[in-house]
T-cell receptor, first 116, second 108 residues
Framework: GAVVSQHPSRVICKSGTSVKIECRSL??????MFWYRQFPKKSLMLMAT?????????EQGVEKDKFLINHASLTLSTLTVTSAHPEDSSFYIC????????????FGPGTRLTVT | QKEVEQNSGPLSVPEGAIASLNCTYS??????FFWYRQYSGKSPELIMS????GDKEDGRFTAQLNKASQYVSLLIRDSQPSDSATYLC????????FGAGTTVTVRA
């Protein structure tokens, strides 16, 4: 149980284009989903928290107009990186918190984004 | 800002030994504590959660929590080469605060 999927697992895009990453909780409903990014050999950095049907809460320093988050249902959240630049290249990971759970977060496998 | 600190590592242990990982946290009101394992190039995987003082065992893993000392630990018994990974301590009150991680290498 508690499986989270992400799609795509790897994406290469050109500078200036937009990329959408999907995060799905496969066998549970998620009250809240989180988006992280991680640079090589660095800690996870929380980007934003999203609740189904409401606007995402972004961490300080994260541009909400650049990283668009939509939490359309209790099993799906999407992150769109708009007008991507090479410095946006990173490992993006989502996590989901189960409805009625005890704050346990289950992570997706991650999406490796490379912007050329 | 919640702070979570882990012993710096890296930690190298021989196969079959016990690996001991430590973590302290700054917010005395924290209630939920987790250990995640992260293999290189992969996302974190939840291996233990603990909410009450004392020990919690799951297979070869034992988590220990002492809220008075604001301390949580993870013991890995009979360490295997497949346990080689970075272990992240996390404290959660609405969002996770992670420690920097301790990299464990199990020598065959």
């Amino acid at each position: 149980g508690a499986v989270v999927s992400q799609h795509p697992s790897r994406v290469i895009c050109k500078s200036g284009t937009s990329v959408k990453i999907e995060c799905r909780s496969l066998d549970f409903q998620a009250t809240t989903m989180f988006w992280y990014r991680q640079f090589p050999k660095k800690s996870l950095m929380l980007m934003a928290t999203s609740n189904e049907g409401s606007k995402a809460t972004y961490e300080q320093g994260v541009e909400k107009d650049k990283f668009l988050i939509n939490h359309a249902s209790l099993t799906l959240s999407t992150l769109t990186v708009t007008s991507a630049h090479p410095e946006d290249s990173s490992f993006y990971i989502c996590s989901a918190e189960q409805v009625g759970g005890r704050y346990e977060q289950y992570f997706g496998p991650g999406t490796r984004l490379t912007v050329t | 800002q919640k702070e979570v600190e882990q012993n710096s590592g890296p930690l190298s242990v021989p196969e079959g030994a016990i690996a001991s990982l430590n973590c302290t946290y700054s917010d005395r009101g924290s209630q939920s504590f987790f250990w995640y394992r992260q293999y290189s190039g992969k996302s974190p995987e939840l291996i233990m959660s603990i909410y009450s003082n004392g020990d919690k065992e799951d297979g070869r893993f034992t988590a220990q929590l002492n809220k008075a000392s604001q301390y949580v630990s993870l013991l890995i018994r009979d360490s295997q080469p497949s346990d080689s990974a970075t272990y992240l301590c996390a404290v959660n009150d609405y969002k996770l605060s992670f420690g920097a991680g301790t990299t464990v290498t199990v020598r065959a």
